[in-house]
């Protein structure tokens, strides 16, 4: 008995620790990320006022123009998902190949080598878009029900604190854009320094992934937390305290969970398409595939994106909140539900949809203007149209989570109608 409440206290202790290792790292990186943008910046405008090798209205222009375009489409993203989730998931699975596939048109129309390799990328992505939209057909109808049920009557304060985080990135995707602008000016005029900053492009790009997760991030651990007691006490909890406690008290978690979650997701999504691809033809393959979906499904359970609400509502470190939540699954018969349920795929659809919106803008306007900025302009304006789109969609995301972690621990919990046991009434049919 001592021996386990040692161990709990050393987990405990050493979960501490690596919450308060990246709470820190991440404000140290944004204090570093911030230095080097206005440094680059500044190199960059002093460089660009002495040479004619590099156009800044040509280059800052379209980027900047396609930087606010995700943020409309991001708004819109938000508000077709709350007044029609049918119309919303519908849109995201049938849009995205499209405009993948207009994307990849837009590169071959460039025509470097580096687009080109691109546009491969893009249509061999709309493809699979594609295929996996008809394939999941069936589960729209439960998609969309889920959706319906776990939004139903938002209280309006979440609808402004998404608002003004949707603006946040704006503008903070405004200022990693000067600073990438600065780094393409020197790299421009100077061939002896471009590797270095090539080296700082990547570096505020992986600055753009981790911010625009953490922001994510924090808005689902709020918004769990207000769905959560709503679901399960019947409480209209308050959003300005929900998010002043996960800056305070969770921000850890969040950091690390940003870290883990997109890494985790990208290793089970491959173990899944390997079985899919591999079958029961060949026995290597199959036993490889099978291997590899073992190794995927084990390392869900230290991280995945259920345990956000356990770190809004019960304050725990993120890898024991997934630890927690995805036993509760295991144990009420909830994960085929879990594994089957789209809200993931559809709200990683509308980020696809909303970069390729802003890389059809920015591409398109810089194809025009300047050819020799076009892929550059288009990769990065994929990539913040992508964020920027998932940062609006952690509303439903969030409510969906909260809505399977409640029904999970209380399966009786009247306040639930009977989306979740008719549900896994079908999936029993179906593996029947």
């Not at 000016?185 to 570096?203: E, H």
């Not at 994106?305 to 470190?317: E, L």
């Not at 659809?349 to 550059?376: D, F, M, P, R």
């Amino acid at each position: 008995m001592g021996q386990e409440r040692n161990t709990q206290f050393e987990t405990r202790t050493a979960g501490h620790f690596f919450r308060k290792l990246f709470q820190n790292l991440f404000y140290l990186h944004l204090f570093l990320i911030t230095t080097l943008i206005i440094f680059l910046t500044i190199r960059g405008l002093l460089s660009a006022a002495h040479t004619h090798h590099f156009h800044p209205s040509k280059w800052y222009l379209p980027l900047l123009a396609s930087t606010a375009c995700a943020g409309i489409v991001a708004f819109a993203w938000q508000w077709l998902t709350l007044r029609n989730p049918a119309k919303a998931i519908r849109a995201a699975f049938w849009l995205a190949p499209l405009l993948t596939c207009g994307v990849g048109v837009l590169l071959v129309s460039i025509g470097s080598a580096l687009s080109l390799a691109a546009a491969v990328v893009a249509l061999v992505s709309a493809l699979i878009q594609s295929l996996y939209s008809c394939w999941v057909n069936p589960r729209f109808d439960h998609a969309v029900r889920v959706l319906s049920v776990s939004m139903d009557s938002p209280p309006a304060k979440i609808t402004i604190l998404v608002i003004l985080s949707i603006l946040t990135c704006t503008l903070y995707s405004c200022s990693l854009v000067s600073g990438i602008g600065g780094a393409t000016a020197t790299a421009t005029i100077t061939t002896t320094g471009a590797s270095l900053d090539a080296l700082f492009i990547l570096v505020i790009l992986l600055s753009l992934a981790w911010t625009m997760q953490v922001i994510k991030n924090t808005l689902q651990v709020t918004i769990a937390r207000i769905n959560y007691m709503r679901f399960a006490c019947g409480i209209d909890y308050d959003t300005r305290v929900a998010f002043h406690d996960t800056i305070k008290h969770s921000i850890g978690s969040v950091c690390v969970g940003s870290a883990l979650v997109p890494v985790l997701s990208l290793i089970r999504g491959s173990a899944r398409a390997t079985s899919l691809m591999s079958g029961d033809t060949d026995e290597f393959m199959f036993s490889c595939a099978d291997c590899y979906s073992g190794v995927a499904s084990r390392l869900v359970t230290y991280g995945n994106r259920w345990g956000f609400v356990h770190v809004g509502v019960y304050n725990k470190g993120f890898v024991q909140a997934s630890m927690d939540t995805w036993e509760m699954f295991r144990r009420v018969g909830l994960e085929p539900v879990i594994d089957s349920d789209l809200t993931s795929s559809f709200c990683f659809l509308c980020g696809v949809a909303g970069g390729a919106i802003s890389t059809l803008v920015g591409g398109s306007w810089t194809l025009a203007v300047h050819k020799g900025y076009a892929t550059e302009v288009s990769i990065y304006a994929f990539l913040i149209g992508y964020f920027m789109c998932r940062v609006a969609m952690a509303w439903p995301q969030a409510c969906v989570s909260a809505y399977h972690v409640v029904y999970a621990e209380n399966p009786q919990n009247l306040r639930f109608d009977s989306t979740i046991p008719v549900r896994i009434q079908e999936l029993q049919r179906y593996r029947a």
